[in-house]
């Protein structure tokens, strides 16, 4: 539509260490947009433009809301899968003449993982709640990314360590999920990010 005015440049999309297992990989780049002018462009009647001028920040905090929780919701699927395969395993795998999943420290290990997917679950149903109430839920939006992105990086390490030698190799399932848990802590914002969401308001509230 504005071809005639504006220049796209895309620079070279690089592959990335995780999320290569699929049939759409992660590629990472960027766009550059030169001689684009908004206000000249959408003009004071356009139908281009969404929602008010300079309301801008707020609808993109609101999408933000929503996707750090679908994020949360993806870790939990992946939390959960991860202890289904650890767990067949476990029942499968024989050392010193017994199944593995009979040794205390894997029984330790597997019931880490199921408290920690148990609050990343409860956590991700409550948010999702509040969104469908139409309830404001952007500091829940950041705990519930910043806390199960973080889990489930435990988790995944856990079921390397659970599986061995075999763990730490591209044959076996835990290290693609060890490699591709570690972006759910950058995408829709670091988590460095969330701590400040979360801290800013509940210094605004003065407590929890």
């Known amino acids: 539509m504005f071809r005639d005015r504006v220049r796209f440049d895309r620079n070279e999309l690089s592959g990335a260490f995780g999320d290569i297992g699929t049939d759409f990989p992660l590629l990472v ?29 707020h609808y993109a905090f609101g999408v933000l809301d929503v996707g750090r929780l679908g994020l949360a919701a993806a870790t939990v699927g992946a939390a959960k899968d991860s202890i289904d395969r650890c767990v067949q395993y476990a029942g499968q795998r024989e050392a010193f003449g017994r199944k593995i999943q009979d040794f205390q420290a894997i029984q330790f290990m597997l019931a ?15 948010t999702a709640w509040m969104c469908d109430q139409g309830e ?15 889990a489930l ?6 079921a390397v360590q659970l599986h061995g030698g075999m763990g730490y190799s591209a044959e076996m399932w835990p290290e693609r999920f060890y490699r591709d848990s570690r ?7 670091t988590n460095e990010i969330q701590r400040l969401v979360i801290a800013r308001d509940v210094l605004k509230k003065g407590g929890y």
């Open 29 to 57: 780049g960027m766009i550059l947009v030169a001689g684009l002018d908004v206000p000249s462009v959408l003009g004071s009647k356009s139908t281009y433009l969404i929602g008010k001028i300079g309301d801008g920040a």
């Open 112 to 126: 880490e993982m199921a408290a920690e997917t148990y609050a990343m679950e409860n956590m991700v149903y409550r």
């Open 136 to 150: 404001r839920f952007s500091r829940e939006a950041a705990i519930c990314k910043y806390f199960c992105s973080e």
């Open 153 to 158: 990086d435990r988790i995944v390490d856990k």
């Open 183 to 189: 972006i759910n802590r950058i995408f829709e914002g």
